[in-house]
């Protein structure tokens, strides 16, 4: 996770949700804390009360009793339509309004808040090319002119319209076809690596829950939790049955999938700016007995070529002279099995870690197989 985290802390205290003719709560006395800056996934079966937990952060539904608190401030005690102000809401299909077009289904929020019109048509060019859809193109279109990859994409951007800490999401990629679905989930994934808002992602399923979930709360009837962990914890060490049904079949297998790069022990190298000196390079490469050295840009750490002692040797001249490009990054956020992947297609033996763009360490074979011994090895414990 980054460090400038965009979200704030939500914690729910003994949360009830009672209707009137009913023998059971369809919440029943749910507490938890949900961190600033994570994406917590609810999942569970049909009648978990998923939604309706969910809904009650934002009071779309009134809790019957309890507490809701974000950022340590009682949302109970907030006008409904305030709150909701600084809470993005995502549901199906975007849950776009069909008679207006996309600039102005994105500019809702923002003109509530009374921003000026310069304002809003530069926040709604900004957030349609961060979710990948050209702005020349798709302000003036209307949502029946849109796929269905195309709506949910403007349903995030309508959500992060005026940059809410918090962002609710009720099963947003369940009616897209299984292709478009895995590439909305990698742009997720992408966007909160920048952006670090604080999620809260409703799923019944669980692959789903383990791809995005920094945490998983896997519920049962009357939203009772029935384990509240990160995804390798539940995959290695299931509270119950109930919680193994919902995992399936080679759940260890799953631990490569869900285990992401930045949660493991990376390599290191030697890193240098671009115009240090190549012969000083090749000389502290020597004395540490290395063999490469990563070159990272100029204030924002990104890397941008790969330099070995071998051709330094007789180098002179800055650093950024030799060697060659940086062809493949892997981000903090991938899988184990992104990381192995990468590796494979991959000239080099190492490649690249980076959050936010920064550099932050190296993976390697080695560094895989290490990972995959640890995983087994905790799996055997279960």
Do not use: C
């Given at each position: 996770?980054?460090?400038?985290?965009?979200?704030?802390?939500?914690?729910?205290?003994?949360?009830?949700?009672?209707?009137?003719?009913?023998?059971?709560?369809?919440?029943?006395?749910?507490?938890?804390?949900?961190?600033?800056?994570?994406?917590?996934?609810?999942?569970?079966?049909?009648?978990?009360?998923?939604?309706?937990?969910?809904?009650?952060?934002?009071?779309?539904?009134?809790?019957?009793?309890?507490?809701?608190?974000?950022?340590?401030?009682?949302?109970?005690?907030?006008?409904?339509?305030?709150?909701?102000?600084?809470?993005?809401?995502?549901?199906?299909?975007?849950?776009?309004?069909?008679?207006?077009?996309?600039?102005?289904?994105?500019?809702?929020?923002?003109?509530?808040?009374?921003?000026?019109?310069?304002?809003?048509?530069?926040?709604?060019?900004?957030?349609?090319?961060?979710?990948?859809?050209?702005?020349?193109?798709?302000?003036?279109?209307?949502?029946?002119?849109?796929?269905?990859?195309?709506?949910?994409?403007?349903?995030v951007a309508r959500a992060l319209a005026a940059?809410?800490?918090?962002?609710?999401?009720?099963?947003?990629?369940?009616?897209?076809?299984?292709?478009?679905?895995?590439?909305?989930?990698?742009?997720?994934?992408?966007?909160?690596?920048?952006?670090?808002?604080?999620?809260?992602?409703?799923?019944?399923?669980?692959?789903?829950?383990?791809?995005?979930?920094?945490?998983?709360?896997?519920?049962?009837?009357?939203?009772?939790?029935?384990?509240?962990?990160?995804?390798?914890?539940?995959?290695?060490?299931?509270?119950?049955?109930?919680?193994?049904?919902?995992?399936?079949?080679?759940?260890?297998?799953?631990?490569?999938?869900?285990?992401?790069?930045?949660?493991?022990?990376?390599?290191?190298?030697?890193?240098?700016?671009?115009?240090?000196?190549?012969?000083?390079?090749?000389?502290?490469?020597?004395?540490?007995?290395?063999?490469?050295?990563?070159?990272?840009?100029?204030?924002?750490?990104?890397?941008?070529?790969?330099?070995?002692?071998?051709?330094?040797?007789?180098?002179?001249?800055?650093?950024?002279?030799?060697?060659?490009?940086?062809?493949?990054?892997?981000?903090?956020?991938?899988?184990?099995?992104?990381?192995?992947?990468?590796?494979?297609?991959?000239?080099?033996?190492?490649?690249?870690?980076?959050?936010?763009?920064?550099?932050?360490?190296?993976?390697?074979?080695?560094?895989?197989?290490?990972?995959?011994?640890?995983?087994?090895?905790?799996?055997?414990?279960?």
């Amino acid at each position: 996770m980054s460090d400038d985290v965009g979200g704030v802390q939500i914690d729910l205290r003994n949360l009830t949700k009672r209707y009137p003719g009913q023998a059971k709560p369809a919440v029943d006395d749910v507490t938890m804390t949900i961190q600033a800056g994570e994406i917590v996934v609810f999942v569970g079966p049909s009648g978990s009360g998923k939604t309706t937990t969910m809904k009650l952060i934002n009071r779309l539904i009134e809790p019957t009793s309890g507490e809701i608190l974000i950022n340590g401030e009682d949302a109970r005690k907030k006008k409904a339509d305030e709150l909701r102000r600084h809470i993005g809401y995502v549901i199906q299909a975007g849950g776009l309004f069909p008679h207006m077009t996309v600039a102005d289904n994105i500019a809702i929020v923002p003109r509530i808040l009374k921003w000026d019109r310069k304002r809003i048509a530069e926040r709604v060019e900004e957030l349609l090319t961060m979710v990948g859809l050209e702005p020349e193109i798709y302000t003036t279109r209307y949502p029946r002119q849109l796929s269905g990859g195309q709506q949910q994409r403007v349903g995030v951007a309508r959500a992060l319209a005026a940059d809410p800490p918090v962002l609710l999401m009720d099963e947003p990629f369940g009616a897209v076809d299984p292709i478009t679905r895995a590439k909305l989930q990698d742009e997720l994934l992408a966007l909160q690596d920048e952006l670090s808002k604080t999620i809260v992602f409703v799923t019944h399923d669980f692959d789903e829950a383990v791809k995005l979930g920094d945490r998983i709360a896997v519920l049962a009837e009357g939203s009772r939790i029935v384990q509240y962990a990160e995804p390798a914890e539940i995959l290695a060490n299931p509270a119950d049955d109930f919680v193994r049904g919902f995992i399936g079949e080679n759940g260890a297998m799953k631990l490569l999938n869900v285990t992401r790069v930045a949660d493991i022990d990376l390599d290191q190298a030697l890193t240098v700016a671009p115009e240090a000196d190549a012969a000083e390079v090749h000389r502290e490469l020597a004395d540490r007995d290395e063999h490469w050295a990563v070159v990272l840009d100029r204030g924002a750490g990104r890397p941008v070529r790969w330099v070995n002692r071998e051709e330094l040797a007789d180098a002179s001249g800055p650093v950024e002279d030799f060697g060659g490009p940086v062809d493949v990054t892997i981000s903090g956020r991938s899988t184990l099995q992104e990381a192995l992947e990468a590796l494979l297609r991959s000239d080099a033996e190492l490649v690249p870690v980076v959050v936010k763009r920064r550099y932050r360490g190296l993976v390697t074979l080695n560094t895989v197989q290490q990972a995959i011994a640890s995983l087994r090895e905790k799996a055997k414990r279960r």
